[in-house]
């Protein structure tokens, strides 16, 4: 079964700091790994998308996310927060079957402190 | 270009009552369709998916019952409402057909039971 886990809930920076927020996946087969992020009250935005293709996926806002098979990891990063990227972050693992349905983690909360 | 409508945005219903909660796909044929709740403080689970006209999927055992009537309309329905099933529900896309994988969201609708 296929499955992601981000660890940390809450993640807290300052402006300008490098945001780190981690993901591991569980998957038999190459996975397919998304990161999505929620602003409040709203719906998912498409971040960036693993597809088997280079492993340093870039992303909009700035983000980029390297698929390390070693270490089963597809962590999010961005060189200099800014304040408008507190926001909720979702990584996920496509289900391998024809439903393509895409499997969530917890999801970590992103606080950029001024 | 494809874009996605649900509504309604915020919704309060008391407990028993009916729900009908709408979903609709502009400018694409045939797009697989989930719909996601996302109870508060944690992640998204899939509630239903379709591959197609009245093929309904569901995931997990519940109150709620899905309907695609029409190729792009995905309804999410419930004869009477349960306290438990207050949350944030989304509605997502994926297109067919391109081997694309990513699935595109609405902006969800908020559900409170009272």
């Known amino acids: 079964a296929q499955s992601v886990t981000q660890l940390g809930s809450h993640v807290s920076v300052s402006e300008g700091a490098l945001v780190l927020l981690r993901c591991n996946y569980s998957?038999?087969?190459?996975?397919?790994l998304f990161w999505y992020v929620q602003y409040p009250n709203q719906g998912l935005q498409l971040l960036l998308k693993?597809?088997?293709?280079?492993?340093l996926v870039k992303g909009i806002n700035g983000f980029e996310a390297e698929f390390k098979k070693s270490e089963t990891s597809f962590h999010l990063t961005k060189p200099s927060a800014h304040m408008s990227d507190a926001a909720e972050y979702f990584c996920?693992?496509?289900?391998?079957?024809?439903?393509?349905?895409?499997?969530f983690g917890s999801g970590t909360r992103l606080l950029v402190r001024p | 270009s494809q874009t996605i409508h649900q509504w309604p945005a915020t919704l309060v219903q008391p407990v028993g009552s009916p729900l009908s909660l709408e979903c609709t796909v502009e400018g694409t044929s045939n797009p697989n369709l989930y719909w996601y709740r996302q109870a508060a403080g944690r992640g998204l689970q899939l509630l239903f998916y379709s591959v197609g006209i009245g093929q309904i999927s569901s995931e997990v055992p519940q109150n709620l019952s899905a309907s695609r009537p029409q190729d792009r309309q995905f309804i999410l329905s419930s004869k009477k409402l349960l306290l438990s099933d207050s949350g944030f529900y989304l509605c997502a896309w994926r297109l067919t057909g391109t081997g694309k994988t990513e699935a595109f969201f609405g902006q969800g609708t908020r559900l409170t039971v009272v």
């Open positions: 998957s038999s087969v190459p996975p397919y």
């Open positions: 693993y597809t088997s293709a280079a492993t």
């Open positions: 996920a693992v496509r289900k391998m079957d024809s439903s393509y349905k895409l499997i």
